[in-house]
């Protein structure tokens, strides 16, 4: 699959840093530091955050990148604590979930799979010169978190199995992400009940209907 072959070009380069890393860190040490960059937002972004202006173009790919972060993610079990196009620090938006802290495998391959949504949503739609710093390192960090849970996976299978993941939900739910991408449009960010709204407003509508007015 493209999208697959396109991730292993850009996340490889990053393993080798990583891996060493993860190997002198301790399984604890990462998955605090997995707790506070995923699930909570961190009190110094409460500074940093900003309303820029943006043209339509970037504005579509910005919100279309995070509402498919959220919506794979919501899809796949994990609890969608806000989704946001505001300017956090470099970022230029955020997704954050709400992890537990005993992790699962099932739950680490959704944290990589709803990670890997937003560059998979991008190349869907022929942004193929975009790529988000912090997806790559999310995505590596928790692919080898899954790989220190159990012996049956490599690093490049999460990969595949993940980006099939995505692809099979941004397919399947495609209007949700164009509805929540709306909502983002006007909102900037959404809490866990505003998005959830959006989600059951997709789920009671034909999915033909459900775009948030953009159009899939």
Same mark, same amino acid.
């Given at each position: 699959?493209?999208?697959?072959?396109?991730?292993?070009?850009?996340?490889?380069?990053?393993? !080798?840093?990583? +891996?060493? %890393? #993860?190997?002198?860190?301790?399984? &604890?040490?990462?998955?605090? *530091?997995?707790?506070?960059?995923?699930?909570?937002?961190?009190?110094?972004?409460?500074?940093?955050?900003?309303?820029?202006?943006?043209?339509?173009?970037?504005?579509?790919?910005?919100?279309?990148?995070?509402?498919?972060?959220?919506?794979?993610?919501?899809?796949?079990?994990?609890?969608?604590?806000?989704?946001?196009?505001?300017?956090?620090?470099?970022?230029?938006?955020?997704?954050?979930?709400?992890?537990?802290?005993?992790?699962?495998?099932?739950?680490?391959?959704?944290?990589?799979?709803? !990670?890997?949504? +937003?560059? %998979? #949503?991008?190349?869907?739609?022929? &942004?193929?010169?975009?790529? *988000?710093?912090?997806?790559?390192?999310?995505?590596?960090?928790?692919?080898?978190?899954?790989?220190?849970?159990?012996?049956?996976?490599?690093?490049?299978?999460?990969?595949?199995?993940?980006?099939?993941?995505?692809?099979?939900?941004?397919?399947?739910?495609?209007?949700?992400?164009?509805?929540?991408?709306?909502?983002?449009?006007?909102?900037?960010?959404?809490?866990?009940?505003?998005?959830?709204?959006?989600?059951?407003?997709?789920?009671?509508?034909?999915?033909?209907?459900?775009?948030?007015?953009?159009?899939?």
């Amino acid at each position: 699959m493209t999208e697959t072959f396109i991730l292993h070009a850009v996340l490889a380069p990053s393993l !080798t840093f990583l +891996g060493a %890393i #993860w190997i002198i860190g301790t399984l &604890r040490f990462r998955r605090s *530091s997995r707790q506070a960059s995923l699930s909570t937002p961190a009190l110094g972004y409460a500074r940093r955050v900003s309303r820029p202006e943006r043209g339509p173009e970037e504005t579509a790919r910005i919100t279309g990148h995070e509402a498919a972060h959220a919506v794979v993610a919501h899809m796949l079990g994990l609890e969608v604590v806000s989704v946001s196009v505001e300017r956090i620090g470099n970022s230029d938006g955020r997704v954050f979930y709400g992890l537990t802290h005993s992790t699962s495998e099932s739950e680490s391959l959704a944290v990589v799979t709803a !990670t890997m949504a +937003g560059m %998979i #949503w991008d190349h869907l739609h022929g &942004r193929h010169d975009t790529c *988000s710093c912090d997806d790559v390192s999310h995505a590596l960090r928790e692919s080898l978190n899954l790989v220190s849970m159990s012996e049956k996976w490599m690093v490049p299978d999460v990969w595949d199995v993940a980006a099939m993941q995505a692809r099979a939900i941004l397919a399947d739910q495609a209007g949700m992400v164009d509805a929540v991408a709306a909502r983002l449009t006007d909102e900037w960010t959404l809490d866990a009940d505003q998005f959830l709204a959006v989600v059951r407003e997709c789920q009671e509508t034909p999915p033909q209907h459900c775009d948030g007015g953009r159009g899939v």
